[in-house]
C-alpha cells in the first residue's frame, strides 16, 4: 500500500503483479482503477511494501529472486549461487503505467521489508531483515548502514540456526517515529535511525519485550500494541513506556564487530508492556471429539489447540460466559424479583425487589446491598409487580390491588372489586393493565399530572388470562399502543390501546402449546426485519413444551406475520426484558437460561453456561452497569455477561507440546493426549544442556573471574523462563520431544504424564479392549524413533501398552516393529495397527503384542483406520482410501476396493458400511461411495497371476468407489466427525480446520429444500461477488469440480444485502424476504446454533 494512500500492489508467490490506482468519487466513496501489469516471468516474490517518497510517484520495494537461469542448469549449480534482488517498481501517475525503475542484488536472503517514513516525516528508504542482519538502504548517495540482530545470552537454541525477523509495527508522531520488530523467538526490539540532515547515519535496536510470536503487529494511537499471535490466543498490549529511560543496553550499527559475531542481551519478564485483554482463537485445532461427558443433554466440542509450549486442551460449550458479581442467601425460597430506580434521572437501580409466598423483601443497592423499610413498599404481601411510573414514583401491584408510591411518599391505593383478586398485570412507564379473576381487564393510564386514571370500561375476555405483555412506551410518545394476551384456550390476542378503540382487538393467533409467559420487546434501532415497513417490535412468548415464539409485531396494523420457534429445554419458558448493549434482550429460562439479543448487526439467541434460573430481572449498579439479578431456590444472584457474540465458552487446560490425537475413555472418566514436538527438546535434556553450558562458562574463565563466572553460572541454572512466553528452544533436525499425558474428566485436571525419551515421539494412540481380558481397557501408543522428516529416515519405531488403573497409566510392554506405528484401531477383541504402508493385526501377548495377520497392499504410509463388521477403511498418506475386508476362516485381509483419485487425506469418517468423508491436505472435502454392485467377498490372488488380466482401472484395486460429493472448504481440516450439536438435532457432518474453524456439512431431507437453496446460492453468487472479483463457483472448484455441496455461508449472507436486493431474490424464488430468512435460520437450528 502507498503510505499516502494513492495505490495498492497486489502480488502472486510468483511472477504476477497488480497495481491498483485509488480515487474518491463525487459521494466521497473510494473507487479502485482498473489493474495495471507490473508482471515479471521466473520470478519468486518474497515481500513487498510500498515506499514513502512524500507525494512523488508511488514507489514499491520487493523482494525478488530469478530463477530463469537455474531452471536451465541441471548441475544445480545456478540454484547454489543465485542472489536475491531489492527491486522497486513505480507508478507513473501521468502516464498511468508501471515501469521496473531499480534492482540490485542482495548480499544476503532476506525475508521481510519495513518501509521507513519519507517526504517531511524521515528518510524514506526501507530496512531489510534477513538472516541475523537488520540492513537500511535508500536512493543516492546513502550507504548501506547493516547492524546485527542481538541473540538471546546463553541460548540453548541449535547455534547454527540463523536469527531473523517475523513481522513488525511502525509508530510515528509529527516528531519522532520508531520500529517495533518482533524475532522468530518472541523478542521485540525498538527500532530506531540516527539522522544527519537526510542521511541515515545509525541504525539502533534495544531490546524491548518478549511476547508469544505474532505474524502480524499494530500499535495503536491510543498506545495499545496488539499482537495477532500466530497460533492460540491473540493479545492486547498497553504500552506503558517507551523504553528509553531504562537500563537496558542499546545496540548500534556502528558499534564494531567482526563479521559473523553479534550482539547479546537477557531476556527478561514484560516491563515495557502490559497485559489488557485476551482473544481467544482455537488456532490451529490439531484434533477434536465431540461427546456429552458432562451429561448436560448437549454435547461439548473437545479439542487439543495450539503449538509447542503455547498449546491447549480445551473443552467447548456452546454458551455464553457468565461472571457471577455476588451471591446472597435469602430467609425463604422467593418466586420473583425486580429492580427499579427512583427517577428516570438515575444511571442506576435503587431498590432490589424480592417476592415471596406471603411477604415482599425490598433491599437498597448502594456499595453493598440491603433490607430497607421505608421505601412505601407493602411487606406483608406477595408482590405480582412493580415498576418505575412517571419521572420518579414507583408502583406495587399484588394480588388484591395498586399500590402507587409518590417522590415524597404520598401513597394512592387502588383495590380490587368485591372478592375479585389481581391474578395477572402488566406494567410500563405510564401504563398499567391488570387481569382479575375470571378474565376481566382493566387499564390505567398516567395522565400529566403524575396521577394514574382508570380506563372507564373494562374488558371480559372469553377465558382466563394466562399472562400479558406490554412494551415500553416509545420516545416522544404518551403510551405503548399494543397489549399482547394469552389466554387458556392457547391464543395470544393483540389489544388496541389507542383512546379511540381501548380494548378492542386487533389480531390473534393460535399457539402450538399452552402459553407460559409473554414479553413485548422495542428493536426498532436495530431490527432485523427491515423489510415491509415492519422493523421494531417482536412478541417472543414462552410456552410450557419448553419451545420460545418470536413473532414480528406489526407496528401499524399489530398483525403478527413472521412467527420463529426454538426448543430451548424441558421445563416452562419464561420470558424476562433486560438491558444488553444498551438496547432491549429477552431472558428465557427453561432447564437452561438462553439470552436473546442484538449484537453487530445479527440475531443471537445463545445459552448462559451456568445452572438453571427461576426468575430474573436487569440490574444496574456502578460495579455492574449491565447485569441481570436472578434468583435459583433460596439465593439471589448477581450476574454479568461480558463476551457478548461469542458461540462458545471454554475451559483450557495447559498442555507441553504440540497435541496430535487423544483418545477419550468414558468408562474410567480419563481422557489420554499424545503431545509432540519436533526440533524440541525433553525437560531432561534441556536440564542437561543447561549444565553442560554453564559448566562450559566456568571452565572458560580465567583464574581471577572464576567466582564471578560461577556466579552467572548459577544465575543461568536457576533463571526460570516460562516456554508460553519466551518460546521452547529449537533443538534442530531430527530431535524430538513427547509424552502421554492423562486428564480427569471431572476436573480437567492432569492425572498422570508420561514423558518419553529424546527423540522418541508418539504418532498414534487407541483405548482398546481384548478378547480374553474382560474390561479391562488398554491404551496403545505408536512411537517412532529418530525420525527425520527429509529425506525421510528413522530407527524403526514401537507400540507402547499402557494398563489404566486409578486414573494411572501403568505400562504393560514395548513391542518394537520396524517402522512408524502412523494408526491403531480396535477389531473384533484384537487391534489393527499400521507399521508404515503394512496393515496388520495384533493380539494382546504377556510380554509384546502377537502379530496375527499382514497385509502389504497400500502404496506408501497408512495414516488413519476406521472398522465397521468384517470390513476395514484405511486412508493412505497420497492415496485416498482403500476399502478393506478381513476374511477370519483364512485370516486374511483383503483390499477390495479403492479410489480412482490421489487425495492427502488429512481427516476422515465412515458415515455407513459404504460411504466415507475424507479431507485433504489443500482444503477440499469428499464423500465416496461405493457403488451397488461392488462386492466385498473376493478371494486372495497368492500367484498374482489374476490381478495381472484383473487390475480394472487406474490399476490398484479391481473395484472403485464412486465420488458423490466435492468441495473446497479452502482450509486444511484436521478432524471430520458425525454427530448431533444439539439435543434432539439431526446428525451432520462436523470438521475442523488447521485456522481453527468449526463448520459443518449437514444433509437436505427434501428435495424442496435442495431446489430452494440451490436457486438461492445462485443469485446470490450474481448479487453478491467477492471482493477481490474472483467467481465464487471456480474458487469452490479450486482443485476438483464442486458436486452436490450448496455453499450455506454464502446463502446466510442473504440477511446482510440491501433490502432493495433482498426483495428482488425473495421475488425470483416466489417468497418474502422474511420467509427466505426464515427458511435459511430453521435449516440452521435444527442441526446447529
Not at 78 to 95: C, N, P, R
Not at 159 to 181: D, N, Q, Y
Not at 808 to 813: G, M, P, S, T, Y
Request: net charge negative.
Amino acid at each position: 500500500m502507498d503510505p499516502k494512500g494513492r495505490a495498492v500492489m497486489i502480488g502472486a508467490c510468483e511472477k504476477q503483479k497488480l497495481v491498483y490506482i485509488l480515487n474518491r468519487d463525487a459521494q466521497a466513496r473510494l473507487t479502485i482503477s482498473s489493474p495495471l501489469e507490473a508482471h515479471k516471468a521466473n520470478t519468486i516474490v518474497f515481500h513487498m511494501v510500498g515506499v514513502d517518497v512524500g507525494f512523488e510517484n508511488p514507489t514499491f520495494a520487493c523482494l525478488e529472486i530469478d530463477y530463469e537461469e537455474c531452471d536451465n542448469d541441471p548441475s544445480g549449480e545456478s540454484a547454489q549461487k543465485v542472489q536475491q534482488l531489492l527491486t522497486y517498481y513505480e507508478l507513473d501517475l501521468g502516464l498511468n503505467h508501471v515501469v521496473r525503475k531499480y534492482s540490485e542484488p542482495l548480499e544476503e536472503h532476506a525475508n521481510m521489508l519495513i518501509a521507513v517514513p519519507g517526504g517531511t516525516e524521515g528518510p524514506s528508504g526501507v530496512l531489510i531483515c534477513s538472516e541475523n542482519y537488520l540492513t537500511y538502504k535508500n536512493f543516492g548517495d546513502q550507504p548501506d548502514i547493516r547492524c546485527p540482530i542481538p541473540r538471546r545470552r546463553h541460548d540453548l537454541d541449535d547455534p547454527e540456526r540463523g536469527m531473523i525477523f517475523v513481522c513488525s509495527a511502525t509508530h510515528k508522531t509529527k516528531s519522532m517515529f520508531f520500529f517495533l520488530a518482533q524475532t522468530e523467538q518472541g523478542d521485540i526490539f525498538k527500532i530506531t535511525l540516527e539522522t544527519d540532515e537526510d542521511m541515515v547515519t545509525e541504525v539502533k535496536l534495544k531490546y524491548f519485550d518478549t511476547v508469544p510470536v505474532c505474524s502480524s503487529l499494530c500499535v495503536l494511537k491510543t498506545g495499545f500494541l496488539f499482537c495477532a499471535a500466530e497460533f492460540a490466543n491473540h493479545y492486547l498490549y498497553q504500552i506503558a513506556h517507551l523504553g528509553d529511560d531504562d537500563d537496558e543496553p542499546e545496540f548500534s550499527s556502528s558499534m564494531p564487530l567482526e563479521e559473523g559475531v553479534t550482539f547479546f542481551f537477557d531476556p527478561r519478564a514484560l516491563r515495557n508492556l502490559v497485559l489488557v485483554d485476551e482473544l481467544d482463537s482455537l488456532a490451529p485445532i490439531m484434533s477434536c471429539q465431540i461427546a456429552d461427558l458432562a451429561n448436560e443433554d448437549t454435547p461439548q466440542l473437545y479439542t487439543v489447540c495450539g503449538r509447542g509450549p503455547r498449546s491447549t486442551f480445551r473443552v467447548l460449550r456452546h454458551g455464553l460466559e457468565v461472571s457471577e458479581m455476588a451471591v446472597s442467601e435469602l430467609p425463604g425460597n422467593p418466586n420473583a424479583v425486580w429492580t427499579v430506580k427512583r427517577n428516570t434521572e438515575e444511571e442506576y437501580d435503587a431498590y432490589i425487589i424480592v417476592s415471596f409466598v406471603n411477604a415482599t423483601l425490598v433491599l437498597s443497592i448502594g456499595e453493598t446491598v440491603e433490607e430497607v423499610t421505608d421505601s412505601g413498599f407493602l411487606g406483608t404481601t406477595p408482590t405480582l409487580s412493580c415498576s418505575q411510573l412517571g419521572d420518579d414514583a414507583l408502583l406495587q401491584v399484588y394480588p388484591e390491588g395498586i399500590r402507587h408510591i409518590r417522590a415524597d411518599k404520598r401513597v394512592n391505593e387502588w383495590k380490587a372489586p368485591g372478592k375479585k383478586l389481581i391474578v395477572k398485570c402488566a406494567v410500563n412507564q405510564r401504563q398499567v393493565v391488570i387481569a382479575l379473576t375470571g378474565g376481566e381487564l382493566v387499564y390505567f393510564e398516567m395522565d400529566p399530572s403524575g396521577q394514574l386514571n382508570e380506563y372507564t370500561e373494562s374488558k371480559e375476555m372469553s377465558k382466563d388470562v394466562v399472562c400479558m405483555g406490554l412494551g415500553r412506551v416509545p420516545a416522544g410518545e404518551q403510551r405503548c399502543r399494543f397489549l399482547a394476551v394469552c389466554l387458556a384456550d392457547n391464543t395470544v390476542r393483540i389489544l388496541s390501546l389507542d383512546p379511540s378503540d381501548c380494548l378492542s382487538p386487533l389480531s390473534m393467533q393460535a399457539l402450538p402449546a399452552a402459553p407460559e409467559s409473554i414479553c413485548v420487546l422495542d428493536m426498532s434501532t436495530q431490527s432485523d426485519s427491515k423489510e415491509e415497513g415492519e422493523g421494531g417490535l417482536y412478541l417472543n412468548i414462552g410456552l410450557q413444551n419448553g419451545v420460545l415464539l418470536r413473532t414480528v409485531l406489526d407496528k401499524v396494523t399489530g398483525d403478527l406475520p413472521d412467527t420463529r420457534t426454538r426448543y430451548l429445554g424441558t421445563r416452562p419458558v419464561k420470558v424476562f426484558r433486560i438491558q444488553m448493549q444498551g438496547s432491549e434482550a429477552v431472558l428465557a429460562m427453561t432447564s437452561r437460561s438462553w439470552l436473546s439479543y442484538w449484537y453487530q448487526n445479527r440475531f443471537h439467541l445463545t445459552p448462559l453456561s451456568y445452572e438453571s434460573l427461576e426468575y430474573a430481572s436487569g440490574f444496574s449498579s456502578e460495579q455492574c452497569p449491565e447485569g441481570i439479578v436472578a434468583i435459583s431456590a433460596n439465593t439471589l444472584r448477581i450476574l454479568a455477561l461480558e463476551k457478548l457474540g461469542a458461540v462458545f465458552n471454554q475451559v483450557s487446560t495447559p498442555l507441553q507440546y504440540t497435541p496430535r490425537r487423544f483418545v477419550i475413555s468414558p468408562e474410567t472418566s480419563s481422557l489420554v493426549i499424545i503431545e509432540t514436538d519436533h526440533n524440541a527438546y525433553t525437560a531432561e535434556t534441556t536440564q542437561q544442556r543447561k549444565q553442560q553450558m554453564a559448566e562450559e562458562m566456568v571452565e572458560a574463565a580465567g583464574d581471577e573471574q572464576q567466582e564471578l563466572a560461577a556466579e552467572v553460572a548459577a544465575a543461568f541454572l536457576s533463571e526460570d523462563l516460562p516456554d508460553s512466553q519466551f518460546g521452547a528452544p529449537k533443538a534442530g533436525k531430527g530431535l524430538w520431544a513427547s509424552n502421554i499425558t492423562m486428564l480427569n474428566t471431572s476436573t480437567w485436571q492432569t492425572a498422570h504424564t508420561i514423558n518419553l525419551e529424546q527423540n522418541e515421539a508418539a504418532f498414534s494412540i487407541a483405548v482398546c479392549k481384548f478378547a480374553g481380558q474382560g474390561e479391562q481397557q488398554f491404551v496403545l501408543v505408536g512411537v517412532g524413533k529418530d525420525l527425520i522428516l527429509n529425506p525421510r529416515s528413522h530407527s524403526g519405531g514401537s507400540i507402547h501398552c499402557y494398563k489404566i488403573l486409578n486414573n494411572q497409566l501403568e505400562l504393560v510392554h514395548k513391542t518394537p516393529v520396524d517402522d512408524i506405528p502412523g494408526a491403531i484401531c480396535q477389531f473384533q477383541g484384537r487391534v489393527l495397527i499400521s507399521v508404515g504402508k503394512l496393515l496388520r493385526i495384533y493380539d494382546l501377548g504377556k510380554k509384546k503384542m502377537l502379530r496375527k495377520c499382514e497385509n502389504k497392499a497400500i502404496p506408501n504410509y497408512i495414516t488413519n483406520i476406521m472398522t465397521m463388521g468384517h470390513r476395514v477403511y484405511v486412508t493412505d498418506v497420497q492415496e485416498s482410501f482403500h476399502f478393506v475386508r478381513y476374511k477370519r476362516q483364512e485370516n486374511q485381509l483383503i483390499v477390495f476396493a479403492d479410489d480412482t483419485h490421489p487425495r492427502w487425506i488429512t481427516a476422515a469418517c465412515k458415515l455407513d458400511c459404504d460411504t466415507l468423508a475424507g479431507a485433504d491436505k489443500f482444503g477440499n472435502v469428499t464423500v465416496i461411495r461405493l457403488p451397488t454392485d461392488v462386492s466385498d467377498d473376493v478371494d486372495e490372488d497368492p500367484t498374482g497371476t489374476k490381478a495381472l488380466w484383473d487390475r480394472g482401472l487406474l490399476n490398484g484395486a479391481t473395484q472403485k468407489a464412486a465420488c458423490s460429493v466435492n468441495f473446497h472448504v479452502g482450509e486444511v481440516i484436521t478432524c471430520l466427525q458425525k454427530s448431533t450439536l444439539i439435543p434432539g438435532g439431526s446428525e451432520s457432518l462436523v470438521y475442523t480446520t488447521l485456522s481453527g474453524g468449526i463448520g459443518m456439512l449437514v444433509p437436505f431431507t427434501t428435495n424442496e429444500d435442495y431446489e430452494f437453496m440451490q436457486h438461492l446460492e445462485m443469485h446470490m453468487r450474481s448479487e453478491l461477488p467477492p471482493l477481490c472479483g474472483r467467481d465464487h463457483m471456480s474458487y469452490r472448484s479450486t482443485y476438483y469440480p464442486i458436486k452436490n455441496v450448496i455453499d450455506g455461508d454464502l446463502c446466510e449472507m442473504y440477511s446482510s444485502l440491501d433490502i432493495s436486493k433482498q426483495k428482488s431474490i425473495a421475488g425470483e424464488l416466489d417468497r418474502n424476504p422474511s420467509e427466505v430468512s426464515k427458511k435459511l435460520e430453521d435449516i440452521r437450528t435444527r442441526y446447529a446454533f
